[in-house]
Nanobody, 118 residues
């Protein structure tokens, strides 16, 4: 399984970005997809997650009401719409795919940088 994120960039506080994660190599309905983020010097934190059938796994409290995860199975793509961005949202954002029956089968993308300016 290969994951490729895109859509990051530099945006002013209050702005919006949409991240994309394109999956290839055999993802199926048995995978859930999640977004994580990691700021410099900090641990990688969960942001949002969704099963391939569309069922949500949840959002981090810090992004509830501002971020929305969605997917287009025909395009094998998971999105993260980020609105009302804050300085604290600055981080590298990563996509992860995990087999729900075999959790050791977990794959990460290379990450995409999101920088929020004041």
């Amino acid at each position: 399984v290969q994951l490729v994120e895109s859509g990051g960039g530099l945006v002013q506080a209050g702005g919006s970005l949409r991240l994309s994660c394109v999956a290839s190599g055999g993802t199926s309905t048995r995978y859930r997809f999640e977004w994580f983020r990691q700021a410099p010097g900090k641990v990688r934190d969960f942001v949002a997650g969704m099963h391939r059938n569309g069922a949500l796994t949840g959002y981090a409290d810090s992004v509830k009401g501002r971020f929305t995860i969605s997917r287009d199975n025909a395009k094998n793509t998971v999105y993260l719409q980020m609105n009302s961005l804050e300085l604290e949202d600055t981080a590298t954002y990563y996509c992860r795919a995990t087999n729900i029956l075999r959790s050791e089968l977990s794959y990460w993308g290379q990450g995409t940088q999101v920088t929020i300016s004041s």
